[in-house]
């Protein structure tokens, strides 16, 4: 159930396209983009075979065909994600209910998938059949290799009393929250935009998207993954300084009274104390986490160019990886004998992309950057009915923010080729890109 998502897209374009079979010239990738994505295709290519005549067959990498098809895969979810947006969201009003839809759709994945689970985090036993039925049809799992085995009772939050939603691991839904969902609610919030319309008010809106904010935020830390406690907090930061007057105020208080709680509860209640020491403070298996970035960046520095392409990473971290990380059971007993995942991502990307892919990428994205701050500024100071001005600050603030997040979150472990971050990435390129036609007409 986890490629849902692909024949889902493929036939909403296709109905869309039966409705309207002149938008298909809005799908047809421009002639930058196709040169740019052979471009990368050719490199890659070259670079998988290189790196394939150098390693030949090994239970470590990917292999030849199967790096190629992963590389496949991550270009047709690009161009889907891409078309998606293309097709359904073509004017402010289609902005709207995306993200109302998606907010929506969040809050009853909260209800039926993430607090049952937190509840069975805190062993309340009676909940462990609904959680596994759950999981059993929509939770993605890793390869089991004997008693290494995150799902050993029936799904990851039985298993390892830790909150996942239908991710492999809790720091991949640390991720989603974080990346996806935090920056569009502290967005809404920090501009004060009605986005409920059944709430009377701005300041019940204001109220109801704090409290969703910070109820993401409580759910990262219950998450009981650093991942998730430091991206809360880096989130926290970003919707301090996006916020003024009154909110701002409201929200350092709301902090303050959550970390002075915390700070008895650490104190006075095992369950806490255990929780921060364990996934915090005395974070306990580090090693592979630090050996294998340091052995991506020893790959990236001796193949500088084109890195060692995709799906060969892990054999190269193996021969990089410093001996003083290698005496743990997970290296022993699994890294090293079926392959080393990228625990950096932003490291894994230098070693398998490198400089002639990563460099114009990186380029690329600071100058889309740029140019929503220019194009946020010249709307404030354009006075044009035509545009919501309320409504583009809080686009213009989640794209920001959601770039700073997935900034930080490339530190660690984000798999950015995935349906929602695409799909968010592109929403907003395009608000930006329909800004700024509407700016010069």
């Known amino acids: 159930m986890t490629m849902v998502a692909f024949p889902f897209f493929v036939i909403a374009i296709l109905f869309r396209l039966y409705q309207q079979p002149l938008l298909w010239k809005k799908i047809v990738p421009s002639k930058t983009a196709f040169v740019m994505g052979l471009f990368v295709w050719v490199v890659q290519f070259a670079t998988i075979l290189s790196s394939y005549m150098h390693v030949g067959e090994s239970k470590v990498t990917w292999g030849l065909i199967h790096s190629l098809i992963n590389l496949g895969g991550w270009t047709v979810a690009v161009y889907l994600s891409w078309a998606v947006i293309q097709l359904f969201v073509r004017s402010e009003k289609d902005e709207k209910k995306f993200v ?39 939770e993605s799992h890793w390869q089991a290799h004997g008693d290494y085995n995150f799902y050993a009772n029936g799904s990851y939050a039985t298993t390892l009393y830790r909150v996942n939603g239908f991710e492999p691991e809790a720091s991949y839904l640390a991720n989603m929250l974080s990346v996806i969902y935090l920056p569009i609610l502290v967005g809404l919030s920090a501009s004060g935009y009605q986005l409920w319309n059944r709430l009377k008010t701005a300041k019940q809106n204001v109220i109801v998207n704090v409290l969703f904010t910070f109820t993401i935020m409580g759910t990262l830390v219950l998450a009981r993954t650093s991942t998730g406690i430091f991206a809360a907090v880096i989130a926290f930061i970003l919707w301090v300084l996006w916020s003024r007057g009154y909110l701002r105020l409201s929200i350092i208080s709301v902090a303050l009274l959550g970390v002075l709680l915390l700070a008895v509860g650490y104190s006075s209640v095992p369950t806490i104390h255990n929780t921060l020491n364990q996934f915090l403070f005395a974070k306990q298996g580090t090693d592979n986490r630090t050996g294998g970035t340091i052995a991506l960046a020893l790959t990236f520095l001796s193949h500088p160019l084109t890195g060692v392409g995709t799906g060969f990473t892990s054999y190269f971290t193996i021969q990089n990886i410093p001996e003083i990380f290698t005496h743990n059971f997970e290296y022993e007993h699994v890294y090293s004998q079926y392959g080393f995942p990228i625990l950096s991502e932003v490291m894994g990307w230098f070693a398998s992309f490198g400089l002639v892919v990563m460099l114009p990428a990186i380029y690329l994205l600071i100058r889309l950057v740029a140019r929503s701050f220019l194009k946020t500024y010249r709307i404030d100071h354009a006075n044009l009915n035509v545009f919501d001005i309320k409504w583009d600050q809080t686009l213009h603030i989640a794209f920001i923010t959601m770039i700073v997040m997935i900034a930080f979150s490339s530190i660690f472990i984000i798999r950015i080729y995935l349906w929602p971050y695409l799909l968010m990435f592109f929403f907003y390129r395009e608000h930006l890109i329909r800004a700024e036609k509407e700016l010069q007409s």
């Open 100 to 138: 109302k839809s998606g907010l929506i759709a969040l809050l009853i994945y909260l209800i039926f998938v993430i607090f049952p689970q937190i509840l069975v985090t805190l062993h309340v036993e009676r909940l462990n059949g609904y959680v596994n039925t759950l999981a059993s049809f929509f």
